[in-house]
């Protein structure tokens, strides 16, 4: 696993990095990484974003969990230590982690979600933005703008067996996939659509800083995009 280094220490996932979560009536930030354990440039890529950016992360309400399968990182693999991956469980009553999730979540809404991911498949950074509550704009073409410097989008028209615009996939919230409930539908579910939930994506086979980079740029245009008054 090139230019990752993992120390066997403990994790502790039930402290997750949390700041002014309940601050009412303000906006609020969700940003999660490393659900897949063989995926690592999306835990280096927002725990980067947040020492780059730290005085604006410390004025936002937000809730981030830097690496929610530390198990699978240390490992190198998808799934958790039991085998299951954790993508496609949250709709489950019995994995602990999950129901964790679920309890830490109740009766939130979030203005943004950000899922960061990779795949060794891509031919270049996609994301997967779910289809718009009629009151929201797209931001997503915005968002792979942003990162198109380092890495070019993927230009295939399917990906995934899913239809590809420009690196968008928009899936329907009320379809999941057939192995189970990924977390983004899971949140978007949560604010009936109201809020922007990205999935962001970038290929594996590309150089791991380049990856690195690239999740910076696109949490850092989403959040400006959010957060920030005439950022459009």
């Not at 700041?19 to 995926?39: M, T």
């Not at 009629?134 to 067996?161: C, F, G, Y």
Request: hydrophobic fraction near 40%; glycine fraction near 6%.
């Amino acid at each position: 696993m090139s230019g990752l280094i993992v120390e066997k220490q403990h994790m502790v996932l039930s402290d997750p990095l949390c700041i002014d979560l309940h601050q009412r009536g303000c906006p609020r930030l969700y940003i999660s990484a490393g659900i897949h354990g063989d995926e690592p440039a999306g835990c280096h890529g927002l725990l980067q974003w947040a020492r780059l950016y730290a005085e604006k992360l410390a004025q936002l309400p937000v809730l981030i969990f830097p690496c929610l399968n530390p198990w699978g990182l240390v490992h190198n693999l998808r799934t958790n230590a039991s085998g299951l991956d954790l993508n496609r469980a949250w709709a489950s009553e019995e994995e602990p982690l999950i129901q964790f999730l679920h309890l830490e979540l109740t009766g939130m809404e979030f203005s943004l979600s950000l899922h960061l991911h990779e795949d060794f498949d891509a031919h270049g950074i996609y994301l997967y933005e779910p289809k718009l509550h009629r009151t929201r704009k797209s931001l997503a073409n915005q968002v792979l703008e942003a990162a198109e410097e380092v890495i070019p989008r993927d230009p295939r028209v399917r990906i995934d067996r899913r239809k590809a615009t420009h690196g968008i996939i928009r899936p329907a919230v009320h379809r999941p996939p057939p192995e189970g409930l990924p977390e983004a539908l899971y949140l978007s579910k949560l604010g009936s659509g109201r809020g922007v939930n990205l999935t962001l994506e970038t290929p594996s086979e590309w150089g791991f800083e380049h990856r690195i980079d690239a999740h910076v740029r696109m949490v850092n245009r989403a959040v400006q995009l959010c957060f920030e008054p005439n950022a459009q």
